[in-house]
């Protein structure tokens, strides 16, 4: 459903169900991220939202956000790097007071068979797929159980759950972010924090759209939909997530059937 702010038809409570809240979303910038960072706002968020490298993509969605009467701020840090990471949340904390929603989005691909694979290619995408969700949940655990109340939220990926051509430093990655949420989520849900990864099969994303165009029509052939998700698919059970208290240690599957 579109959400305006200001339309009178829409129920104030539905509209705003994150009222009040703190969000980060690491990535939040470009692709899946940003839609995410926007839901946030919509539903009002504050939001933070991080980039790496194109603070430009950042501004836009800051722009935008502020457009629907939202409230967003950008921040720059490496989630693959500890300490960038804990900076990114105290810096939250200390201008808002708290953190009650992270939304562990950030990744990348270096996708190559397993025999061409360079240690350089495993390590970039095991630190900043897997290990940039422990650097931001450590920094963000002990102040949520403080507050008692969380919401952590990891983008894992189909190809954690199934496999990918060519992706074992992904997959490896992905899969375990969906260990990582099912331990946490056991650990964490008497502290009223709940913990979930979402797994979108093939987004509509620069990420996608980097894929040869033979490539990628033979990967639409595979999906039951016969096409690719949006970004807006995957925010809407981002925001399922966040607004939710009885759903932890699950992984939500947005994929269009390709994987079930
Ligand atoms: P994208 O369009 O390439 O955007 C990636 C975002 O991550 C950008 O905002 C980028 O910021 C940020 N980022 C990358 N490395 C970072 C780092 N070290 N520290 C902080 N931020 C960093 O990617 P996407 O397609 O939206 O994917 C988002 C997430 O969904 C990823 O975790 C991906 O694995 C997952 N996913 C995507 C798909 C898909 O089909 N697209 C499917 C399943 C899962 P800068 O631009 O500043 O570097």
New binding site residues.
């Given amino acids: 459903m579109a959400i305006i702010l200001n339309d009178p038809l829409q129920k104030q409570d539905e509209v705003l169900s994150l009222k009040g809240k703190v969000a980060i979303v690491?990535?939040?910038?470009?692709?899946?991220?940003?839609s995410i960072a926007m839901e946030m706002a919509k539903h009002g968020a504050e939001v933070v939202i991080?980039?790496?490298?194109?603070?430009q993509?950042?501004d836009e969605v800051i722009f935008e956000i502020n457009q629907l009467g939202g409230k967003a701020v950008a921040f720059?840090?490496?989630?693959?790097?500890h300490d960038?990471a804990h900076s990114l949340v105290n810096s939250t904390i200390e201008h808002y007071g708290k953190v009650d929603i992270l939304i562990n989005?950030?990744?990348?691909?270096r996708d190559r068979t397993f025999k061409k694979l360079g240690t350089e290619d495993w390590n970039e995408v095991i630190?900043?797929?897997l290990n940039?969700i422990y650097h931001t949940t450590s920094a963000v655990i002990n102040p949520m159980i403080e507050q008692k109340f969380g919401r952590i939220i990891n983008?894992?990926?189909?190809?954690g759950q199934a496999g990918g051509f060519g992706q074992t430093n992904?997959s490896a990655a992905?899969a375990g972010m969906i260990g990582f949420t099912k331990s946490l989520a056991l650990e964490t849900a008497r502290n009223g924090i709940t913990v979930n990864a979402v797994?979108?099969?093939?987004?509509?994303?620069?990420?996608?759209e980097a894929i040869p165009d033979k490539v990628k029509e033979q990967l639409i052939a595979k999906i039951p939909m016969n096409r690719?998700?949006t970004?807006d698919e995957?925010a809407d059970a981002v925001r399922f997530l966040a607004t939710n208290g009885y759903v932890t240690g699950q992984c939500i599957n947005i994929n269009g059937g390709v994987y079930m």
């Fill in positions: 690491t990535g939040g910038s470009r692709g899946i991220g940003s991080n980039y790496n490298s194109n603070k993509a950042a720059q840090a490496d989630v693959s790097n960038e989005n950030a990744g990348i691909t630190n900043t797929n940039s983008i894992s990926s189909f190809i992904y992905k797994c979108p099969g093939y987004i509509s994303t620069e990420m996608v690719l998700g970004t995957v």
